[in-house]
């Protein structure tokens, strides 16, 4: 029997104890409230859950598998390191897991756009993928500085039939892309629908997108079970607005011998002022909707934060990761752009495996505690997405 009690998670009005929340006009409330009803509606029925475990089955090829880093555990010393492949996902990262639910969401309430951001542009591709599936037009809008470190997830994007509008204001990266969608959706939100791209904004969002990408979980907890006959002693993933750690952890929530390990991104050190660490050093307030966690500037304003991993520049936070955090369930570490460059390249040349920036923070947390354990104990780390996306700016960055 768990010490905490997780359900039902969140209430009826979308609040995490005191975060979450419709932080919104009253006439997008009730646009909300209708996606809210729409997706009780068809989370319940059989057709939908037939379609989406398809979907999942043939078309992203779950379920991902788990791959012991015998190499990398070795070099280490220490735990075993175990790999979540969701890097192997269709679109190379978990975003597919929600965009193909709300894509169908959107198809089976008939909106006539799907707008969303997004930063490495990962959950574009994804949202792009699950639109031409679906046959829905699809709008992403993305910040100059991360289309130009993203090239090839933009001319994805662009071959997939999506239209791209870069962004330009303010720091032409993650929290504008997100303004800048948002304004386009308010022009018609009975319409378009906003798909957002991780356990964020106003409520039914963070509990949609974390229903969607509940499967990773689901899947890895079976899966551990079967291969090594207990629960790992460790689960770490990276944490930008959550979606790939929720994801992850929902699972193994009530395993209280289950450590929960949430990696922020340090950027260049915590005692500068690049970095996106927002549980490490935000404050409980609010942004895009919703109460979280937030970097804030002294004017209230948000922080113009800084990752290497464009996924992971985002000042707010999930509301559930910022309950998780109060609750104490969930511990909540960094790791630096030094660092992350580093479990990168020793992922690479150790594993073969190329993971995304953003995933690195997770192995390189993975990697910094295993020499700590012994070897009997266990670390599963979500390999979010595959660092193809990243492979020309490390190169250049590192003189490859
Ligand atoms: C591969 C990958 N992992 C993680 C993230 C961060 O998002 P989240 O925290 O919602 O999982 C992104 C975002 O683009 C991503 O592309």
Redesign the pocket.
Known sequence: MSKFDFSPMPDVNGYFGEYGGQIIPPELKTVMDEINTAYEEIRQKPEFQQELADLFANYVGRPSPIFFARRLSEQLGGARIFLKREDLNHTG???INHCLGEALLAKYMGKTKVIAET??G??GVALATACALVGIPCEIHMGQVDIEKEHPNVVKMKILGCTLVPVTRGTATLKDAVDSAFEEYLKDPNNFIYAIG??VGPHPFPKMVRDFQSIIGTESRQQFQQGEGKLPDYVTA????????IGMFTAFLNDDDVNLVGVEPAGHGLETDKHSATMTLGKPSEIHGMKCYVLEQEDGTPMPVHSIAS??DYPGVGPQHSYLKDLGRVQYETASDDECLNAFMTLSRVEGIIP?L??SHAVAWAMRKAPTLSAEQCILVNL??RGDKDADYVAQKLGL
């Open positions: 990262a978990h975003k930063g490495a990962q959950h991780s356990v990276c944490v930008g607005g959550g979606s790939n750690a996924g992971l995304a953003e995933s979010s997405g």
